[in-house]
Nanobody, 125 residues
């Protein structure tokens, strides 16, 4: 079992920045990749970014490329999402997720085995 706890959400003005954190505990050695997803009111949960621990490579949704950065600290079992140039369209609950198996398609939520409870991000215009 892997337990995930997100933090860092809040209210920010358009153009501002936030950094989300996701602390993992439990069987963290079994984690292959970590991802961030988000879900806006009335919409499906969508991929934001992912990082593969062993390879260190990352991928992003087109909507956040150039604005968001995912990074991880293996020693702390923590993954971060730095969000810059936020817009009202970024408003959502942001979820951290952990995958225990390799996949070439880490943008699919079905590839993740564990999920955090989410943290709210609100962007005012």
């Amino acid at each position: 079992q892997v337990y995930l706890v997100e933090s860092g959400g809040g209210l920010v003005q358009a153009g501002g920045s936030l950094r989300l954190s996701c602390a993992a505990s439990g069987r963290t050695f079994s984690t292959y990749a970590m991802g961030w997803f988000r879900q806006a009111p009335g919409k499906a949960r969508e991929f934001v970014a992912a990082i593969r621990w062993s390879l260190g490579n990352t991928n992003y949704a087109d909507s956040v490329k150039g604005r968001f950065t995912i990074s991880g600290d293996n020693a702390k079992n923590t993954v971060y999402l730095q969000m810059n140039s936020l817009t009202p369209e970024d408003r959502a609950v942001y979820y951290c997720a952990a995958a225990t198996q390799y996949s070439s398609r880490m943008s699919l939520k079905e590839k993740y085995d564990y999920w955090g409870q989410g943290t709210q991000v609100t962007v005012s215009s």
